[in-house]
């Protein structure tokens, strides 16, 4: 596996430090959590780690850096993110506090989860896709896109620091053609959502959501970057 960040002509690997790693683990179909910090090299020729997984079912890929990464825009370029990511608050405290014309900034991290069956589709257990596995900013399928006979929708819910999420912005994008999303939607009030779920191909759910800092901080805002990742043959 690669560990990439960005979208479209901007999508690479991504160039982050191994301390910045904060942790990396798969939760295995059975259930049982596996520490997987030990399996990275970070800026490998081919591959930042390489996994096995033996039992069928579906495993969930955990990983979460840490947020001392920082963002400083001018204030045209940080509204236009604000407004295109759909980051509410951010929006209201700076139309609230009369910042709309000042530089913004902010402090970010990643929270990204992965979709892997090994065996067939539908063999093995599916339980723990549908299960929250604790993150500050997690996207919580209510099925397996794996399970069989395969849904036509997947219908998904947003938590955020434990509470479902409303009015976040979900977009599916398809990982071979990444510009822009296929389908987008904002979750409602009780923080769900639903897609339709493609038949082949890789692809990635995304959502973004972030909280004011106090003015003693650094920066203005901290803001959670989430994916969920997962592919058909």
């Given at each position: 596996?690669?560990?990439?960040?960005?979208?479209?002509?901007?999508?690479?690997?991504?160039?982050?430090?191994?301390?910045?790693?904060?942790?990396?683990?798969?939760?295995?179909?059975?259930?049982?959590?596996?520490?997987?910090?030990?399996?990275?090299?970070?800026?490998?020729?081919?591959?930042?780690?390489?996994?096995?997984?033996?039992?069928?079912?579906a495993?969930?890929?955990?990983?979460?850096?840490d947020?001392?990464?920082?963002?400083?825009?001018?204030?045209?370029?940080?509204?236009?993110?604000?407004?295109?990511?759909?980051?509410?608050?951010?929006?209201?405290?700076?139309?609230?506090?009369?910042?709309?014309?000042?530089?913004?900034?902010?402090?970010?991290?990643?929270?990204?989860?992965?979709?892997?069956?090994?065996?067939?589709?539908?063999?093995?257990?599916?339980?723990?896709?549908?299960?929250?596995?604790?993150?500050?900013?997690?996207?919580?399928?209510?099925?397996?896109?794996?399970?069989?006979?395969?849904?036509?929708?997947?219908?998904?819910?947003?938590?955020?620091?434990g509470?479902?999420?409303?009015?976040?912005?979900?977009?599916?994008?398809?990982?071979?053609?990444?510009?822009?999303?296929?389908?987008?939607?904002?979750?409602?009030?009780?923080?769900?959502?639903?897609?339709?779920?493609?038949?082949?191909?890789?692809?990635?759910?995304?959502?973004?959501?972030?909280?004011?800092?106090?003015?003693?901080?650094?920066?203005?805002?901290?803001?959670?970057?989430?994916?969920?990742?997962?592919?058909?043959?």
């Amino acid at each position: 596996m690669t560990v990439q960040v960005g979208h479209g002509p901007y999508r690479q690997r991504s160039p982050i430090q191994p301390n910045r790693i904060a942790y990396f683990a798969a939760i295995a179909a059975d259930g049982t959590p596996i520490d997987l910090h030990g399996e990275l090299h970070l800026g490998g020729n081919t591959s930042d780690a390489d996994l096995k997984f033996r039992a069928p079912g579906a495993y969930v890929l955990i990983l979460e850096t840490d947020a001392r990464a920082q963002s400083h825009l001018p204030a045209i370029r940080f509204n236009d993110y604000l407004k295109t990511e759909g980051l509410t608050p951010a929006l209201l405290q700076r139309e609230r506090t009369h910042r709309m014309d000042a530089d913004g900034s902010e402090n970010y991290s990643r929270r990204a989860k992965s979709l892997v069956q090994v065996g067939f589709p539908g063999a093995g257990s599916q339980a723990q896709v549908t299960r929250p596995v604790g993150l500050p900013l997690e996207i919580v399928p209510e099925v397996s896109p794996y399970q069989q006979p395969r849904p036509a929708n997947l219908p998904v819910r947003v938590l955020y620091e434990g509470r479902p999420l409303a009015g976040a912005l979900l977009k599916l994008t398809n990982l071979a053609q990444d510009a822009a999303p296929l389908e987008t939607h904002l979750t409602d009030g009780t923080g769900h959502a639903t897609f339709t779920l493609p038949g082949s191909g890789a692809w990635l759910l995304n959502v973004i959501w972030t909280k004011p800092l106090p003015s003693s901080r650094e920066t203005d805002f901290e803001t959670v970057f989430a994916s969920l990742s997962f592919g058909f043959p």
